[in-house]
C-alpha cells in the first residue's frame, strides 16, 4: 500500500508527488502516457521562472524524471475506477488497481459533459471501460465510442473476446432504454445494442468518485486543494482557472501538504 496515489503525471501531479516524498511518504503516480498531454505539446513556455522558452515535452520530461530521482513509481493507464474504503483507497487502471491512504487528482481539464443518456445509464449498460466490464457483454452487441488515442485498441479488445462490436467516432450521440441501454442513436441514426463504451482520454472526476463536488464544472477545493471528501486533495487546472503550468506546481505542493497532514493525523 502506498501513502498516497496521484493521478496524472503534469505539472500538478509531479509537484504534489515531489512534495509528499521530500516529506518521507511512498508515492505512486498514476497517468495517461505524458506524450498525449497538452502540456507536452506546447511549442515554447515563456512564463515559468527560470526555464524561459523551454519546451512543454523538455518541461514534462525534467518534471517526471525529476519526481522518479526521488522514488516515485509511474504507472502508465487510463485511471478508470476509485473505491474509496474506510481507511485506504483503491485507483484502478487497465487491469491493475493499486491501494493507497491518500489520493491526490490532478488530471487537468477534464470536460464534464456528458451524451444524453450516458449518466443516467452509467452502470447499466454504459461502461467507461472496456477491460473491466467486456466480459459481461460477450455475444452482445455493444456500440464502442473511440474519442481516446487507444479507443481503437480497446475496441478490438472488445471484439476479441466475443463482444459483437460497431464503432464510431461521433460526437452527436445519444443513448437511451428503459432501466438499461436499449439503443444508441448516432448522427440521429438509432440502432439498437446492449451496451456502450464510451471511450475518452478521461473521466470525469465526480464520476470516479460518486458525490465528489464540483464548482463550474472543476473540483471544488479548500485553499489547501482538499476536496469535499476525506482524503482525496485536487491540484491543478482541474480546480479551475487559469489554466497555467505555475498556478498547477503551487496548488500540487499545497495539496501534497495537506496530505501529509491528514496522513500523520491517521497515526
Ligand atoms: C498548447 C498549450 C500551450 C500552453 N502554454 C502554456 C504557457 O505558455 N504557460 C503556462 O503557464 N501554461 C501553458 N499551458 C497550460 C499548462 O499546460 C497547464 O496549465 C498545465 O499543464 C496544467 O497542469 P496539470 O498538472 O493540472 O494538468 P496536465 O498538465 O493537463 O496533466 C494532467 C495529466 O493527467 C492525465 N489524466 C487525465 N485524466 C486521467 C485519468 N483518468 N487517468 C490517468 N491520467 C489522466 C492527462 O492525460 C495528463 O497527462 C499550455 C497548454 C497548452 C495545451
Redesign the pocket.
Known amino acids: 500500500m502506498y501513502d498516497i496515489a496521484v493521478?496524472?503525471?503534469?505539472?500538478?501531479?509531479?509537484s504534489a508527488a515531489i512534495t509528499a516524498l521530500v516529506r518521507g511518504k511512498s508515492v505512486a503516480v498514476?497517468?495517461?502516457?505524458?506524450s498525449?498531454?497538452?502540456?507536452y505539446?506546447?511549442?515554447?513556455?515563456?512564463?515559468?521562472p527560470g526555464m524561459p522558452g523551454v519546451t512543454?515535452a523538455e518541461l514534462s520530461e525534467a518534471l517526471i524524471s525529476h519526481a522518479r530521482s526521488l522514488g516515485a513509481e509511474i504507472f502508465t493507464?487510463?485511471?478508470?475506477t476509485i473505491l474509496p474504503n474506510d481507511d485506504s483507497i483503491f485507483v484502478g487502471?487497465g487491469m491493475e488497481m493499486i491501494e493507497a491512504r491518500a489520493l491526490i487528482f490532478?488530471?487537468?481539464?477534464?470536460r464534464t459533459s456528458s451524451f444524453p443518456g450516458e449518466r443516467e445509464l452509467l452502470g447499466r449498460g454504459v461502461s467507461y471501460c472496456a477491460t473491466c466490464d467486456g466480459m459481461l457483454y460477450r455475444g452482445k452487441e455493444v456500440c464502442a465510442i473511440c474519442l481516446a488515442a487507444d479507443a481503437a485498441e480497446e475496441a478490438e479488445y472488445l471484439s476479441s473476446i466475443g463482444c459483437n462490436v460497431f464503432t464510431t467516432d461521433s460526437k452527436k450521440i445519444a443513448i437511451g432504454g428503459e432501466n438499461r441501454v436499449e439503443w444508441i442513436e448516432i448522427e440521429g441514426q438509432r440502432r439498437s445494442c446492449d451496451g456502450v463504451f464510451v471511450l475518452r482520454?478521461?473521466?470525469a472526476p465526480d464520476v470516479?468518485v460518486p458525490g465528489l463536488e464540483l464548482e463550474n464544472n472543476h473540483i471544488r477545493t479548500g485553499a489547501s486543494g482538499e476536496t469535499n471528501i476525506p482524503g482525496i486533495f485536487a491540484?491543478?487546472?482541474?480546480t479551475g482557472t487559469p489554466?497555467?503550468?505555475?498556478?498547477?506546481v503551487g496548488e500540487?505542493q499545497l495539496a501534497a501538504f495537506a496530505a501529509v497532514k491528514y496522513l500523520d493525523a491517521q497515526k
Open positions: 493521478i496524472g503525471t503534469g505539472p500538478a501531479g509531479i498514476v497517468s495517461n502516457p505524458a498525449e498531454s497538452g502540456l505539446k506546447a511549442e515554447r513556455i515563456d512564463n515559468y512543454g493507464g487510463k485511471v478508470q487502471y490532478a488530471p487537468g481539464v477534464v482520454d478521461s473521466v470516479l491540484a491543478g487546472d482541474c489554466y497555467q503550468v505555475a498556478k498547477a500540487g
